[in-house]
C-alpha cells in the first residue's frame, strides 16, 4: 500500500462544476503539499498546508491531521485547470523530501 | 529571477550508456532534490544535495550518482542505463534543506533509452 493515496485516478468535468480530488496518507507528516502538473512536465506547488484549509482564487484545499485525509477544491471550473494534480508529503523527519500520490488527471470540457 | 533550470530537456540514449542531468537552482536556494518520474506514476525522490554533500538518499541503486558544485548547481549521473530508466527526471530547489518550505521544480529532463 502506498503511504499517499489520490482519488479519483481520473475526473471528467463540465466547465462551471465544483470538483474535488482526495488524498489519504499513512505516515506522520510536517506538511502536505498540493501541486499541479502540465502536460510539458514542469509542477508547480499550489499549496502547503500542516493544518486547517487555505485558499488562492478558485482554489481550496483542507486538511484533517487526525484522519489523515486532505481534500483540493476547484470552483467553478475551467477548461484551463485541466491538468495532473499531485498530492505529496513531507514526512515527520525528512526534511523537504516529498513523498508523493500518483496523481489525478482533470479535464475540463467546456 | 529565474526559476530552477533542467537541462538538457530530452535526450535519448542506448542501453548500457551513461548520462548526464543538469540542475540550477532557483536564485537563493541552495538545496537540490532530484525526482525520477515514470510514465503514468507520481516521482519518486531520488536524493537530496545541501552544501555540497548527498544529504538523504531514496531507494535507487549506486548507478544513480550526484554531485552538488559550490555556486548550489547540481548534476545528477546514471551508468549503465536499463530500459526502466526511462522517465521524466525532476529537479527541485529550496532554501536550507526547505524545512517548511515549498519546493520549486524545473520542467524537467525527459530521458528515453533504447
Known amino acids: 500500500k502506498n503511504e499517499v493515496e489520490q482519488s479519483p485516478q481520473n475526473l471528467t468535468a463540465q466547465e462551471g462544476e465544483f470538483i474535488t480530488i482526495n488524498c489519504s496518507y499513512s505516515v506522520g507528516i510536517s506538511a502536505l503539499h498540493w501541486l499541479q502538473q502540465h502536460p510539458g512536465g514542469g509542477i508547480v506547488s499550489l499549496f502547503m498546508l500542516s493544518s486547517g484549509k487555505k485558499k488562492h482564487g478558485r482554489l481550496i484545499a483542507t486538511i484533517n491531521i487526525q484522519e489523515k485525509h486532505s481534500s483540493l477544491h476547484i470552483t467553478a471550473s475551467h477548461p484551463r485547470d485541466s491538468a495532473v494534480y499531485i498530492c505529496a508529503v513531507s514526512g515527520e523527519t525528512s526534511g523537504s523530501r516529498l513523498t508523493f500520490g500518483e496523481g489525478t488527471q482533470l479535464t475540463v470540457n467546456p | 529571477d529565474a526559476g530552477v533550470t533542467q537541462s538538457p530537456t530530452h535526450l535519448i540514449k542506448t542501453r548500457g550508456q551513461q548520462v548526464t542531468l543538469r540542475c540550477s537552482p532557483k536564485s537563493g536556494h541552495d538545496t537540490v532534490s532530484w525526482y525520477q518520474q515514470a510514465l503514468g506514476q507520481g516521482p519518486q525522490f531520488i536524493f537530496q544535495y545541501y552544501e555540497e554533500e548527498e544529504r538523504q538518499r531514496g531507494n535507487f541503486p549506486d548507478r544513480f550518482s550526484g554531485h552538488q558544485f559550490p555556486n548550489y548547481s547540481s548534476e545528477l549521473n546514471v551508468n549503465a542505463l536499463l530500459l526502466g530508466d526511462s522517465a521524466l527526471y525532476l529537479c527541485?530547489?529550496?532554501?536550507?534543506?526547505?524545512?517548511?518550505?515549498?519546493?520549486?521544480f524545473g520542467d524537467g529532463t525527459r530521458l528515453s533509452i533504447l
Open positions: 527541485a530547489s529550496s532554501h536550507l534543506r526547505g524545512w517548511g518550505q515549498p519546493q520549486h
